[in-house]
Protein backbone atom coordinates (compact mmCIF):
# COMPACT_ATOMS: atom_id res chain seq x y z
CA UNK A 1 0.00 0.00 0.00
CA UNK A 2 1.03 3.41 -0.86
CA UNK A 3 0.19 6.51 0.92
CA UNK A 4 0.72 10.41 -0.35
CA UNK A 5 0.86 13.18 2.85
CA UNK A 6 0.55 16.92 1.29
CA UNK A 7 1.26 20.11 2.78
CA UNK A 8 2.21 23.53 2.92
CA UNK A 9 -1.60 24.94 1.20
CA UNK A 10 -3.26 28.02 2.80
CA UNK A 11 -4.67 31.52 2.38
CA UNK A 12 -2.46 34.04 0.36
CA UNK A 13 -2.31 37.50 -0.71
CA UNK A 14 -2.44 37.79 -4.81
CA UNK A 15 1.38 38.17 -5.65
CA UNK A 16 2.42 35.90 -2.58
CA UNK A 17 3.82 32.78 -2.70
CA UNK A 18 3.32 29.44 -1.34
CA UNK A 19 5.26 26.20 -1.51
CA UNK A 20 3.72 22.53 -1.64
CA UNK A 21 5.39 19.35 -0.49
CA UNK A 22 4.01 15.64 -0.94
CA UNK A 23 5.77 12.95 -0.13
CA UNK A 24 5.28 8.78 -1.06
CA UNK A 25 5.81 6.14 1.24
CA UNK A 26 5.20 2.76 1.54
CA UNK A 27 6.06 -0.27 -0.95
CA UNK A 28 7.06 1.65 -3.81
CA UNK A 29 9.30 -0.14 -5.98
CA UNK A 30 9.38 2.52 -8.51
CA UNK A 31 8.60 6.06 -9.65
CA UNK A 32 7.71 7.19 -13.35
CA UNK A 33 6.81 10.70 -12.98
CA UNK A 34 5.06 12.71 -10.16
CA UNK A 35 3.14 15.49 -10.69
CA UNK A 36 0.55 18.37 -9.22
CA UNK A 37 -3.12 18.89 -10.24
CA UNK A 38 -5.66 21.34 -9.47
CA UNK A 39 -9.74 21.71 -9.03
CA UNK A 40 -11.20 24.75 -8.87
CA UNK A 41 -15.14 25.08 -7.84
CA UNK A 42 -17.31 24.22 -10.45
CA UNK A 43 -14.49 23.09 -12.70
CA UNK A 44 -12.35 19.82 -14.02
CA UNK A 45 -9.17 18.87 -12.37
CA UNK A 46 -6.31 20.09 -14.54
CA UNK A 47 -2.88 19.70 -14.83
CA UNK A 48 -0.46 21.59 -13.44
CA UNK A 49 2.85 20.64 -13.53
CA UNK A 50 4.58 17.41 -13.75
CA UNK A 51 7.88 16.28 -13.39
CA UNK A 52 9.35 12.71 -14.54
CA UNK A 53 12.58 10.49 -13.41
CA UNK A 54 15.01 11.86 -15.95
CA UNK A 55 14.50 15.23 -14.74
CA UNK A 56 12.20 16.91 -17.53
CA UNK A 57 9.28 19.01 -16.61
CA UNK A 58 5.77 19.92 -18.19
CA UNK A 59 3.92 23.02 -17.02
CA UNK A 60 0.30 23.94 -18.01
CA UNK A 61 0.47 27.62 -19.67
CA UNK A 62 -1.18 29.09 -17.42
CA UNK A 63 1.63 28.58 -14.58
CA UNK A 64 4.37 29.03 -16.35
CA UNK A 65 7.44 31.32 -15.12
CA UNK A 66 5.50 31.55 -11.92
CA UNK A 67 5.18 27.82 -10.86
CA UNK A 68 8.23 24.97 -10.05
CA UNK A 69 7.99 21.94 -9.57
CA UNK A 70 11.12 20.04 -8.22
CA UNK A 71 11.82 16.29 -6.55
CA UNK A 72 13.79 14.80 -4.17
CA UNK A 73 14.27 11.15 -5.22
CA UNK A 74 15.84 9.97 -2.26
CA UNK A 75 12.42 11.19 -0.13
CA UNK A 76 10.29 10.11 -3.22
CA UNK A 77 8.60 13.84 -2.12
CA UNK A 78 7.67 16.21 -4.82
CA UNK A 79 7.58 19.97 -4.70
CA UNK A 80 5.55 23.12 -6.17
CA UNK A 81 7.08 26.30 -5.75
CA UNK A 82 4.21 28.83 -6.38
CA UNK A 83 4.80 32.52 -6.87
CA UNK A 84 3.29 34.96 -8.22
CA UNK A 85 -0.40 33.58 -7.46
CA UNK A 86 -2.96 35.35 -8.49
CA UNK A 87 -7.10 34.56 -7.67
CA UNK A 88 -7.20 31.95 -10.05
CA UNK A 89 -4.86 30.38 -8.80
CA UNK A 90 -7.23 29.46 -5.90
CA UNK A 91 -8.32 25.89 -6.17
CA UNK A 92 -7.50 22.41 -4.10
CA UNK A 93 -4.02 20.84 -5.56
CA UNK A 94 -3.71 17.58 -5.69
CA UNK A 95 -0.54 15.61 -5.80
CA UNK A 96 -0.16 12.56 -8.01
CA UNK A 97 2.61 9.56 -8.35
CA UNK A 98 2.83 7.20 -11.22
CA UNK A 99 5.46 4.03 -11.17
CA UNK A 100 4.98 0.99 -9.59
CA UNK A 101 4.49 -1.14 -5.87
CA UNK A 102 5.40 -4.37 -4.42
CA UNK A 103 2.28 -6.55 -3.23
CA UNK A 104 3.30 -9.71 -3.53
CA UNK A 105 3.99 -8.89 -7.07
CA UNK A 106 4.97 -5.56 -8.66
CA UNK A 107 1.46 -3.43 -9.63
CA UNK A 108 1.03 -0.28 -11.44
CA UNK A 109 1.07 2.60 -9.36
CA UNK A 110 -1.22 5.89 -9.84
CA UNK A 111 -1.94 7.39 -6.73
CA UNK A 112 -3.59 10.54 -5.45
CA UNK A 113 -3.00 12.40 -2.58
CA UNK A 114 -6.14 14.06 -0.51
CA UNK A 115 -5.40 17.37 -1.50
CA UNK A 116 -4.43 20.37 0.25
CA UNK A 117 -6.56 23.92 -0.70
CA UNK A 118 -4.46 27.16 -1.50
CA UNK A 119 -6.87 30.58 -1.28
CA UNK A 120 -5.20 33.69 -3.51
CA UNK A 121 -7.44 36.32 -1.93
CA UNK A 122 -6.79 39.67 -4.31
Known amino acids: QVQLVESGGGLVQSGGSLRLSCSAS????????MGWYRQAPGKQRELVAT???????NYADSVKGRFTISRDSTKNTVYLQMNSLKPEDTAVYYC????????????????WGQGTLVTVSS
Open 96 to 111: NVDGTYFQDVVETLDA
Open 26 to 33: GNIFSIYA
Open 51 to 57: IISGGST
